[in-house]
């Protein structure tokens, strides 16, 4: 089984349906998952430049990261370089920074372009297993310790603020959109992560699907489908 850090951190939450995991994980490309805008990957990738660019220029994070202290060094990483191969299972996944302290230990930031809305994000939980799914990797990697984790918002601006705005970012082709960082320091806990993973390869290693949770959504959904193709078939 081959897993993101990302994908792991779903087993964390309140909602997570076992049969869906199981059944997503066998069978690929089902018709009512979306894919992911591709826009929002376009922000991840040109924040992420931006970083790293201003850091080999200036030998610094940009003065609205300072909160997350000194680099070294920003270590770039590669998909066939970061992963860990557990038994049977993969786990995945790269971080949009990491880096080495002047102490030598390393931190992990991911970045988010959402508003962050505090510890009863629902999402939260699944960035909380990815960022430690990054540590899990980065310290089976050898490079140890990884002290501290960092989840980063870029929040765009509020509608109250944007009369303020417009003067300075409505250029003649076209407008920017500015965007304040909101950090947030996410606890180190690798034991999480090596329980989520248990737990993942014990439902993927199932003969059959278990029995989902009530409610679940896309449980509904796939049962119309099957009832639709049924009725198609007599």
Known sequence: MQISAKDLGWLATNNFCPRCFWIKRHVKNLPYQLGFPGIFSSIDSYTKNIVERYFQKNKELPKWLSEVGEVKKIISITPSQFKLVKGDTMLSGIPDLFFQRPDNSFCIVDYKTARYTGNQDQLMPIYKVQLNGY????????????????????????????????????????????????????????????????????????????????GCKDCERLEVLIRTIEKQSD
């Open 135 to 214: 540590a899990y990797i980065a310290e089976s990697l050898g490079d140890k310790p990884v002290n501290d984790l960092y989840l980063i918002y870029f929040e765009p601006p509020n509608k109250d603020v944007y009369e303020q705005i417009i003067d300075g970012h409505t250029k003649y082709d076209g407008f920017e959109m500015p965007f304040k960082p909101k950090i947030h320091k996410i606890k180190k806990d690798i034991k999480e992560v090596e329980r989520l993973l248990e737990s993942a390869e014990e439902i993927y290693s199932k003969e059959k699907a278990p029995k989902g949770i009530d």
